[in-house]
């Protein structure tokens, strides 16, 4: 069952589009991400399916409903945390929590999640008090205090320590695991692969692809990455003559090949042919960066 549904979704700004034509859709329990360079249209996204902005064309729909028309009903089952927020700056942690709590006719205990998010310590300390990354956290509880079916993240885990990071990634897998769908916007790469059952890469305002992490992993260009020390040179033109060659770089006398196994495959060949040893021979996977940087490199270019 589709719990959102976005459609051929445009957006422009003083003439410019930084939406055209978004299409997607996040089914009910999904951990739904969306990724894209700076500019890329994202968040303008997402704050269409959060009500925030109207569309200028195209169709957004939230459990069935309008983010628009029906913004006091969506508000009801979607919770959300936007990149950018703030609050008065003498409330305190404890009063923010009791406040967001009052707006809600049936809210979950504030209480586990400010634990959850090591609030608990800061309950008396005012707004303006709070670091970066203890902002953050508090704006994730506030997002999820009404115990909403849908919930928007917008930069999750920006300004949050290594730690704090994985346990929120924790919380976000134990929130889906209780029903609630998950629509996820991020930079960490890392982020969207482990959390992300599927991912939407926006660029230039459309979506370039739409997969499983796996499978933007396979769609890469170098999905294998071989590197090594030759014991002797190789000659550049039989290396980049190897089947499904990506990338060939060489660096402080070792070399790297991005392609596929068939290219693993053809570079043993080759060494064995040439006579040359590979020292420190590593075969790796493609990273969702990589795959993701293959996506939008004319937008880096």
């Known amino acids: ?134 902002k953050q956290r508090l704006f994730i509880a506030l997002a999820l205090i009404g115990d909403p079916r849908v919930v928007v993240l917008d930069e999750l885990t920006t300004g949050l320590d290594p730690r704090a990071r994985r346990d929120t990634w924790e919380l976000i897998e134990d929130i889906r695991a209780n029903g609630v769908t998950v629509l996820l916007v991020t930079h960490f790469m890392e982020e969207a692969q482990r959390l992300c059952d599927r991912i939407a890469v926006i660029d230039k305002g459309r979506v370039a692809a739409l997969d499983t992490p796996a499978g933007l992993i396979r769609r890469s260009a170098g999905a294998t990455v071989i590197s090594f020390t030759p014991s002797a040179p190789l000659d550049d033109r039989d290396l980049n003559a190897l089947p499904a060659l990506a990338s060939i770089a060489h660096k402080d006398g070792r070399v790297t090949l991005a392609g596929t196994d068939e290219t693993v495959n053809a570079v043993i060949t080759l060494l064995a042919r040439s006579h040359v040893t590979a020292h420190q021979l590593r075969v790796t996977e493609a990273t969702l960066d990589d795959a993701f940087l293959d996506l939008t490199k004319e937008t880096a270019a």
């Open 1 to 134: 069952m589709s719990v959102i549904e976005v459609s051929e979704l445009r957006k422009s700004y003083g003439g410019r589009p930084v939406v055209d034509g978004v299409s997607f859709t996040v089914q009910e329990g999904e951990i739904f991400g969306v990724l894209g360079p700076n500019g890329a249209g994202k968040t303008t996204t997402v704050e269409c399916v959060e009500g925030l902005r109207a569309p200028d064309a195209g169709r957004v729909r939230v459990t069935g409903l309008d983010p628009i028309a029906d913004h006091a009903r969506v508000a009801r089952v979607l919770g959300a945390q936007l990149q950018q927020s703030e609050l008065q700056a003498k409330l305190t942690v404890r009063e923010a929590l009791e406040l967001y709590a009052s707006f809600h006719a049936r809210p979950a205990d504030w209480r586990p999640l400010a634990e959850r998010l090591g609030l608990t310590g800061k309950l008396t300390t005012r707004f303006a008090k709070l670091s970066g990354g203890q």
